[in-house]
């Protein structure tokens, strides 16, 4: 009876946040967004922090399915397979090293803080500055908002992710390349003096992926977060005595539902700057029509899907941690209670 009466109060605590804010906690965050617009240090603090630890958790599955994406002629006979994923790490971890299961992660923290950083701190201040009203906050406009995040954090990041694609897409132990040499031989492959251009290699697909992934992930998480709050599932997913904190298992279960939405939309672009970025090592430089072509002659509409599974095992774990240690950090930078 104790535990019924808690979780009456409880629901009803939840459900006059719900009626007195529209979009779940969107009125209280409203209320804080002039207080976050001096606090955008932590709000990228947190978001280089989470993206770091999402990262780390998948990086070997990262690297395989960067290679069954770019054909990697190694990995051509694995990427068919329903086991290909274990084989293929079994293949790379005896012939180099569970160190070449990592192979280009430095490069990739690098990338990864600041380009998470960017995209939660862009994210924040978007919101802050579009949604103003509850006539404001639809699913459209957190769309719009969580897109242009992800094309703002893409530019001031993308010649780093260009580097790590690289090094991951090496797999012959003699070259033994470092993300530095890396980047020299990017800038220097048109000839001549070398070009800085040459560092956005494939950012059209990129931006075009980045739009669809970034908007349709912050949305899915922040609608399943508002479903999650709601006075159904109230008394099972928010912390005892809280009427906005959900716990861990349900904020991991938003991104991790959030990432697989999103990776669904925008995987078949994916395929497309995958196999751009790297073109230039396989003595290819077409466009994105002609990759789109050769891919539908090499596989069909399935090449579009690639290594897709892959991407669920991935994407699962990794937005589910970069969005749960994203809100954690924000507790313990104070943004949040």
């Given at each position: 009876m104790g535990d019924t009466g808690a979780s009456s109060v409880l629901v009803q605590d939840s459900s006059n946040v719900m009626k007195s804010s529209p979009g779940g906690n969107r009125?209280?965050?409203?209320?804080?967004?002039?207080?976050?617009?001096t606090l955008d240090w932590r709000n990228g603090v947190a978001g280089g922090v989470a993206g770091c630890a999402a990262k780390t958790i998948v990086a070997p599955m990262e690297r395989i399915k960067i290679l069954f994406q770019t054909s990697n002629p190694h990995f051509l006979r694995y990427s068919t397979r329903w086991n290909g994923l274990i084989e293929a790490v079994?293949?790379?971890?005896?012939?180099?090293g569970i160190y070449a299961l990592f192979k280009g992660h430095a490069a990739s923290l690098i990338r990864v803080f600041p380009y998470a950083g960017i995209n939660f701190l862009a994210y924040e201040q978007l919101q802050c500055a579009i949604i103003v009203s509850p006539q404001t906050d639809t699913p459209y406009h957190r769309f719009f908002c969580g897109s242009t995040a992800g094309a703002i954090a893409t530019v001031f990041t993308y010649p780093l992710e260009l580097i790590r694609i690289r090094l991951a897409f090496e797999t012959e132990?003699?070259?033994?390349?470092?993300?530095?040499?890396?980047?020299?031989?990017?800038y220097f492959e048109s000839g001549g003096k070398g070009s800085p251009l040459n560092l956005y290699q494939g950012i059209g697909p990129t931006m075009l992926g980045i739009l669809p992934y970034a908007g349709t992930s912050f949305v899915t998480h922040d609608l399943m977060r508002e479903q999650l709050r709601s006075p159904f599932f109230a008394p099972y997913t928010l912390e005892k005595g809280s009427s906005t904190r959900l716990t861990a298992v349900a904020q991991l279960c938003c991104g991790a539902i959030a990432g697989i939405v999103a990776q669904t939309v925008a995987y078949p672009i994916d395929i497309l700057r995958r196999r751009m970025q790297v073109g230039r090592v396989v003595g290819s430089r077409s466009g994105v029509l002609e990759t789109a072509r050769r891919v539908v002659l090499e596989r069909g509409v399935r090449g579009f899907y690639v290594g897709l599974t892959i991407g669920y095992v991935k994407m699962a774990p990794m937005a589910a941690t970069s969005f749960y240690v994203y809100d954690r950090m924000k507790r313990l930078l104070g943004i949040i209670e």
């Open positions: 009125g209280l965050e409203s209320s804080k967004c002039r207080r976050n617009r079994s293949h790379i971890r005896t012939s180099h132990q003699s070259k033994n390349s470092s993300w530095f040499r890396i980047c020299r031989k990017i």
